[in-house]
């Protein structure tokens, strides 16, 4: 068992890739050092001393707030396996969720029926079950200084590009060339905060490329 920094748990609908529009649990862990400039969620860089909570307090409260509580992968397991969710997908984000080990965590979710997926940068090693969805959005060239890794690319059941102009699919298509791809990903473009012009480029794209287009729903949509 290892403790795992939780910043909140919320059920909602998955937004964005694969999986839009299924209803899932979101378990957000605190932490991450990637330093994307556009990050919206901010609030989850550091795992302050001063900031952590009774763990009580993060479950079901959604915010923008530094605060995070400990979590062993049994007591997780126990409460989001108690009756309380109607989902069975459970989204590991963060923050950056691979800066720990989810083995363990994926393994008792799958073994209790559930669907897991992590949403990572790509920057950290990625440890999960052999059955969870890895999603991978490559954050390349960030403030952080981290480079994606091979390891997370190999691993990706789906690689989700964010964009805002020609030189970020120019990056993409720099990471992937003769990297091997051995789970053949499905590649999507996501505008970066459903701006208009991002949004036409990542369009024309995904048609030119035959690759799939990811639009942030839940910002349309104005949920969490
Ligand atoms: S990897 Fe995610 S959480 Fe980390 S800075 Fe980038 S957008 Fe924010």
């Not at 530094?66 to 109607?86: C, F, H, Q």
């Not at 989902?87 to 590991?92: D, G, K, Q, S, T």
């Not at 992590?118 to 950290?124: D, L, Q």
């Not at 890794?149 to 720099?174: C, G, M, S, V, Y």
Request: charged share 25%; proline share 7%; hydrophobic share 35%.
């Amino acid at each position: 068992m290892s403790r795992l920094p939780v910043n909140e748990i919320f059920e909602t609908i998955q937004g964005e890739g694969q999986f839009t529009g299924m209803p899932a649990v979101f378990l957000r862990l605190q932490g991450c050092p990637v330093g994307c400039p556009w990050c919206d969620t901010r609030h989850t860089w550091e795992v302050e001393p001063e900031h952590q909570v009774d763990p009580e307090r993060i479950i079901g409260v959604s915010g923008d707030r530094p605060i995070w509580a400990y979590y062993d992968e049994a007591r997780l397991v126990a409460l989001l396996t108690d009756g309380r969710y109607s989902a069975r997908h459970l989204v590991i984000t963060g923050g950056e969720p691979c800066l720990y080990d989810l083995t363990e965590l994926t393994r008792l979710m799958h073994a209790a029926g559930w669907r897991c997926q992590i949403e990572t940068s790509g920057c950290v090693e990625v440890r999960c079950d052999e059955q969870t969805w890895v999603t991978v959005s490559p954050k390349i060239g960030m403030k952080g200084g981290l480079t994606v890794l091979p390891q997370a690319l190999e691993r990706a059941d789906e690689i989700k590009h964010p964009i805002a102009t020609e030189r970020h699919i120019e990056e993409l298509d720099a990471l992937l060339a003769d990297q091997p791809l051995p789970r053949h990903p499905q590649i999507c473009l996501q505008p970066i905060s459903t701006k208009k012009r991002a949004t036409q480029l990542a369009i024309d794209t995904c048609i030119k490329r035959n690759w799939r287009l990811s639009v942030q729903t839940h910002k349309y949509l104005e949920i969490d």
